[in-house]
């Protein structure tokens, strides 16, 4: 098959794109642990770390950032969404929690989520319902908010001096 | 055409992504602009704001951003990319780089576009030269650098007290 790329889909355009993000946040998660050890920081510093009053501090970022992955592919393929507890308080706890997110959006098949261009969707978020179809569902919003919090996590650990770069980010290409 | 979503096709995942979210950075300096002029804040402040000495200031993450959007809608049209100057030194300025790169998007018809999962692109990021085929490329290089760049620029005024929120990120849904 080398060289050769199959038409876009939707499973192509969620499931993958979450499984390396996902695995790159990880990834950095690990090293802010270790930034946090070798320096004898607190975790909870960094974890509750924030740009602003107002704004959602490290672990909810990471939370989020699971979660759309998550619910994305679950309101796609048509299953419930499974609920997991927000309840990290460690690095540790986060990696787990993408580890866990992650067997979920694995556990796709192509066929499971293709073809999920017209389907209806529907969710609330704060107050309001929202309701979609399944290909501006994807792109104009699950996508956008998924990279929303993965990028802000990073940003949040990066303006703390853990020693991590665009590359980890976005991973081997 | 109501109620109807046609197949996700590699136009359909890119220059309309690109359009709507530069729309929404485009709204999201305009309020900074005006922020700054209610406080009596001299823009240069905001334009220079960075999370790190060594992460790039407002000014770049806005052009990069922009850059993204431009570079991988020519890519995978087989056009060339048009260079602008990174010369913008006002929030006007930056306003007027994303309108130019809007015409530059909304330029594409989607027959320009689609098809282009296995066309070969080949860039170079610092000194290192990059191949990809189309659909690897939009989804795992192109898409999350495009979102970092306009996620950073939003957290960057976020972190300065501009009055924005998520909805001004993603746009009226």
Known sequence: MKGSV?????????APVFMTMLNNL???????EAHAKERNIDECVLLNWRFAPDMFPLTRQVQIA???AKGTTARLAGVEVPKYADDETSFAGLMQRIAKTLT???????????????RDITLTA????????G??????FALPNFYFHVTTAYDLLRACGVGIGKMDYIGAV
């Not at 979920?104 to 017209?118: L, Q």
């Not at 704060?126 to 179809?133: A, C, N, P, T, V």
């Not at 290909?135 to 104009?140: A, G, K």
């Open 126 to 133: 704060g107050s309001r319902e929202l309701q979609f179809k």
């Open 6 to 14: 199959m038409s876009l889909s939707m499973y192509q355009a969620s």
């Open 66 to 68: 699971a979660d759309f």
């Open 26 to 32: 990880s990834a950095i998660l690990e090293k802010a």
């Open 135 to 140: 290909q501006p569902y994807l792109l104009n």
């Open 104 to 118: 979920f959006v694995e556990s796709f098949r192509p066929t499971d989520i293709d073809g999920s261009e017209d």
